[in-house]
C-alpha cells in the first residue's frame, strides 16, 4: 500500500496524507523521509505499534504538525512493541486468548493482580521463586506421586491430623523431641525400640503387662 507523495509548501496544507520511511528515533520523536525530503513526525495516540528505523508509515499533517497514523509495513517482521504512556484497559465481551508458539512472559516492576472466579494451570513443570509465598484457602487437595522437600525451618500449627501413610521412614540427624498432654501408640505386629542408653520416668506409674517379659 503506498500513498501519494504529500505535497509541502512553506505552509503546509492541512489533511494531507502520504507514506514515509522512518529514518530515525529518539524520545518518541520521529524523523521521516517522504519524497526524499526528511520531517520530524510524532505517534498518534491511536498508533499504538511503535514504529521503528525503516519501518513504513502512513503520515497525516494537522495544524503544521506530522502524525504517525499506522505502521503500513516493518522492516524487521522478528520483532514489534505495542506501547502506550498511560494506563490501558483490554476488554472484550467473550473469550480473549493469548497465544504464542515461542514463549510468554508477563512482567512488572509493580503489582500484579488476577482476579478469577476459577483458574486452571496445565504445564509439564513449574518453577517459582519468590522471598516470600502466603497460601490463604478455606479447603486444599494436593494429590503428589513424589514429593522431595529441602526445608531449613519449618513451623506448623494444625488443630487436627490425621496421616494415613503406607511406608514411614523418618532419619533425624540430631535431637527428637515430641510434647503431647497425652500420647497412645499402636501396633499391630512387632515393635523394635533400639537405642545406645534409654531412660523412662514415670512421676507416679509405670505398668508393663504381657504374657511373657524377659529382661536382660
Sequence with gaps: MVVSPLKTTAHQREGGLASGIVNTVCDGAFTVTVNHCRFSSNKAAGCLLV????????????????????VLEKSNIETANISFPGSLNLHTGQKLTLSSLAGLTL???????LVAS??????QSTHVQTSQVKLTAEKADVALTILHQVIERAETYTEWLISKLGRCIRTVREHDEQRSGSYTQRVEGSHVVESENSVHIARKHMAMDAKKIHLG
Design 51 to 70: 514504529p521503528e528505523a525503516g519501518d513504513t508509515v502512513l503520515l497525516a499533517i494537522l495544524g503544521g504538525k506530522f502524525w504517525i497514523l499506522d
Design 118 to 123: 476459577e483458574m486452571n494451570v496445565k504445564t
Design 107 to 113: 512482567q512488572t516492576p509493580a503489582k500484579a493482580a
